[in-house]
């Protein structure tokens, strides 16, 4: 995929600044898990506490150009997932010279490594 390497790596500091405060604070949890189904233990408790604040700080750091978008979201995987597939989308474009199936492959390996 063709992106501006500047850009990548801007994002990807972005990513895993944001990703170490909220390890350090262990909540960062909440961005690879939804919240869980039952209500009724304390792993429940812990998920709502540590969701709020990491949605809390994904927001108050975002472009206010994205603030509309992002601050309806609930769950702080869902902002997480967002941003990444968005700038993924955003970035990235297709060149036609090159194979699709290699530009295919490409966008995933750079999506996992987003994710990771």
Same mark, same amino acid.
């Given at each position: 995929?063709?992106?501006?390497?500047?850009?990548?790596?801007?994002?990807?500091?972005?990513?895993?600044?944001?990703?170490?405060?909220?390890?350090?604070?262990?909540?960062?949890?909440?961005?690879?898990?939804?919240?869980?189904?039952?209500?009724?233990?304390?792993?429940?408790?812990?998920?709502?506490?540590?969701?709020?604040?990491?949605?809390?700080?994904? $927001?108050?750091?975002?472009? !206010? &150009? @994205?603030?509309?978008?992002?601050?309806?979201? %609930?769950?702080?995987?869902?902002?997480?997932?967002?941003?990444?597939?968005?700038?993924?989308?955003?970035?990235?474009?297709?060149?036609?010279?090159?194979? $699709?199936?290699?530009?295919? !492959? &490409? @966008?995933?390996?750079?999506?996992?490594?987003? %994710?990771?």
């Amino acid at each position: 995929p063709s992106t501006s390497l500047t850009s990548l790596n801007k994002f990807k500091r972005w990513q895993k600044s944001i990703f170490s405060i909220l390890d350090m604070h262990g909540v960062a949890f909440t961005l690879n898990e939804f919240k869980p189904t039952n209500s009724f233990n304390k792993q429940f408790d812990l998920w709502v506490f540590a969701n709020k604040i990491c949605v809390h700080t994904i $927001i108050s750091i975002i472009s !206010n &150009e @994205r603030f509309g978008v992002y601050s309806l979201y %609930k769950e702080a995987k869902e902002i997480w997932d967002s941003v990444i597939t968005g700038y993924t989308t955003k970035h990235l474009e297709m060149i036609e010279d090159k194979d $699709i199936k290699v530009q295919i !492959n &490409e @966008r995933h390996k750079l999506l996992a490594d987003f %994710k990771s």
